[in-house]
């Protein structure tokens, strides 16, 4: 089993910037790939940002040049560095990680809000 807590959603301007954290736990040597995702009410969860099983890195055409993914291994801590901030990133947010067998590990959610 893995943990994982999101951290840093909150209010801010667009054009503002956000960083969001996740904290993992548990078995942390299963984990193969981990990722940041986003949903809105009435939408599907899709996929913000990842680190692939391979260590590179893939974004969302929505947010590529504008969000940042990365992590510090040694801590299990993982960043979305959320930067020029629209309205419409508004959404909760959601760490993911997922394992060897392709079971898949969510977090809570933090919410984000994009407004003036």
């Known amino acids: 089993q893995v943990q994982l807590v999101e951290s840093g959603g909150g209010l801010v301007q667009p054009g503002g910037s956000l960083t969001l954290a996740c904290t993992a736990s548990g078995d942390i040597s299963s984990i193969v790939a981990m990722g940041w995702y986003r949903q809105t009410p009435g939408k599907e969860r899709d996929l913000v940002a990842q680190?692939?099983?391979?260590?590179?890195?893939n974004y969302a055409d929505s947010v590529q040049g504008r969000f940042t993914i990365s992590r510090d291994i040694l801590k299990n801590l993982h960043y979305l560095q959320m930067n020029s901030l629209k309205p419409e990133d508004t959404a909760v947010y959601y760490c993911n990680a997922r394992g060897q067998t392709g079971i898949d590990y969510w977090g809570k959610g933090t919410l984000v809000t994009v407004s003036a």
């Open positions: 680190f692939t099983r391979g260590g590179s890195t």
